[in-house]
C-alpha cells in the first residue's frame, strides 16, 4: 500500500516538474516564483538561461517516468533520493538570494521533503 502512494507520489512530481519546465517556455514571467528577487524576465539573456532550466527539468520529469516503466521501485527510491538534491540547491539558491521564506521552506523545502519522504518509502520496500 505505501509503495504505491509512493509511486504515485514520484509520478506526480514527475509531471510536476515537467509542467514547470513546458512553462518556463510559455509563460516565463512564472520564473519570479522561484524566489530569487528581481527575476528579470524580460532579459533575453535571461530568457536563454531558463530555456536551458526548462529543458533540463523537462528531462528530469521523463527521467522519473523511465524508471516508473522499467525499474524496481527501490532504483525509483535511489533515484528520488538524488534528485531531491536539486529542491535542496534551490532552496539554498534561494536564501542566498535574499529571496522569501515562503519560497525557500514553502516551496523548494517541502518539495524536498516529499521527495525524501518518497525515497524512504521506495527504498523499504
Request: glycine content about 10%.
Amino acid at each position: 500500500m505505501l509503495t504505491t502512494v509512493a509511486i504515485v507520489l514520484a509520478g506526480l512530481i514527475g509531471a510536476g516538474i515537467i509542467v514547470i519546465g513546458a512553462r518556463a517556455f510559455w509563460a516565463p514571467q512564472a520564473a519570479v516564483g522561484f524566489g530569487i528577487p528581481d527575476t528579470p524576465t524580460e532579459d533575453p539573456a535571461f530568457r536563454a538561461w531558463l530555456s536551458v532550466k526548462a529543458v533540463r527539468d523537462i528531462a528530469s520529469g521523463l527521467f522519473v517516468f523511465v524508471l516508473l516503466a522499467g525499474a524496481t521501485p527501490r532504483l525509483l527510491g535511489w533515484f528520488m533520493l538524488a534528485a531531491a538534491a536539486i529542491p535542496l540547491g534551490d532552496a539554498l539558491i534561494v536564501l542566498r538570494s535574499k529571496g522569501p521564506k515562503a519560497a525557500v521552506y514553502g516551496i523548494h523545502g517541502a518539495t524536498a521533503l516529499v521527495m525524501l519522504v518518497v525515497s524512504v518509502l521506495l527504498l523499504v520496500a
